[in-house]
Each structure stands twice: as C-alpha cells, then as structure tokens.
C-alpha cells in the first residue's frame, strides 16, 4: 500500500512519472482535472456544482475541488492506496487535504518532489513547437523538423503554442514559486518528503524515484 502526492514545476515530466508509478505500486492515478470530468459527464452532485463555475469560465473554488477529492478517496480502488497529482497546489489546500486523510482515517507516506533546474526547463518548454495539421510534436532544439516550419509528416505548419512563449512560461513559473513551492517545506516539516534531483532521461529519472522510495 502506497499513498502519495507528486510534486513539481511546470514542464518536470511529472505526468509521464505517475503514469509510472501508479502501474508500479498498482494504485490509482488521480488528478483533480479527471475526477472534475468524471463528475461532470456523471452529472453527479458536485459534479453539477462545479459545472456552473466552469461553464462561466471561472475556477471551481476550492471546498467544492475538496468534497470531490474525498469522495474520490472513498472509492474502492483507494484501499490499496493513490496517487495524487497536481493536487494539492496551495498550502490552504494541504492543510485541508490533511483533514480529509484524517477523516477517512488514512495517512499519506510520501511526497515525491520532482526538482529540475528552472531556466532549463524554460529552454525545454520555450523550444517546443507542434504542427497545425496533425499534432506532431517538436524542438527546435532536440528534434526540429527538417524544414524550418514545415511539418515532416503531413506538410502543414510548425508553429509554437501559445502556453508555450517564454512570457506565460515564465508567468506559470512565477505562479508556481508563490502557491506551490511553499507545499515542499510543508510536507518535509511533516517527514513526509522525498527529493528528487531531476536528472537524465525519464528512464533514469524513474529508477531514481524508485530508489529513494524503497530506501
């Protein structure tokens, strides 16, 4: 049984390692952006709720992100443990999270910080670009296309995403060392930390979350 939250900047590669984790430790991957869509296609309860936030494109306020994590929580598949990524993001919302784990007499056993250098991962996210027509993905840097802003694949045009100018990188960075950053020092008063020096491919990066949590 494993319980545990995955923590990270934007860009660290921590979606491709809950994937990872999960199917190795045989628990569940959750993410608030999933169980909102879960509860909104169920047309649940709270799921209801949080569609009238969305549908007037405003964020769904945090005790109501709160009741849908704990009835998460309660289903089946939790038992043997879960992995919660991208949540909690505010220390508000750890200290709440906490008092769920406790009313559904469940303790957390780690927090896997994924750390990686912040202006290489600005280069990393500044560089990537993706084509129009078909969604293949590049870097100008690691794998450009043949043709500058042409697309190897189908022909139709390179361009760089919006969310990925160096402004909003920059900006979500920004966002992330005000709200999310402060959750480290939170989780390693609590013990419950486990740093992960980013380094290599996601391979390597794997094998070194997997030691440092058998250790």
Excluded at 41 to 57: V, W
Excluded at 91 to 115: G, S, W
Excluded at 170 to 182: C, D, G, M, S, W
Aim: glycine fraction near 8%.
């Amino acid at each position: 049984m494993a319980r545990m939250v995955l923590l990270g900047p934007p860009g660290a590669g921590k979606g491709t390692q809950a994937v990872r984790i999960a199917e190795k430790y045989q628990i569940p991957h959750i993410s608030t952006g999933d169980i909102l869509r879960k509860n909104v296609k169920a047309q649940t309860p709270l799921g209801l709720k949080a569609k009238e936030y969305m549908d007037a494109g405003n964020l769904v306020p945090d005790a109501l992100v709160l009741d849908l994590v704990k009835a998460r929580l309660q289903e089946e598949d939790c038992k043997a443990g879960f992995l919660m990524d991208g949540f909690p993001r505010t220390a508000p919302q750890a200290e709440a999270f906490d008092e769920i784990l406790k009313e559904t007499n469940m303790e957390l056993d780690f927090v896997v910080d994924i750390r990686v250098d912040e202006e290489e991962l600005i280069g990393r996210m500044t560089g990537r670009r993706v084509c129009r027509e078909c969604g293949a993905p590049y870097h100008v840097k690691t794998m450009p296309p043949k043709q500058e802003g042409v697309c190897d694949l189908c022909g139709g045009e390179v361009y760089q995403r919006a969310d990925d100018t160096e402004a909003t990188v920059r900006n979500r960075f920004k966002v992330y060392r005000e709200q999310t950053l402060p959750l480290t020092a939170y989780y390693e008063k609590a013990g419950k930390l486990v740093p992960i020096e980013s380094e290599g491919g996601p391979d390597q990066v794997f094998q070194i979350i997997l030691s440092a949590l058998e250790a």
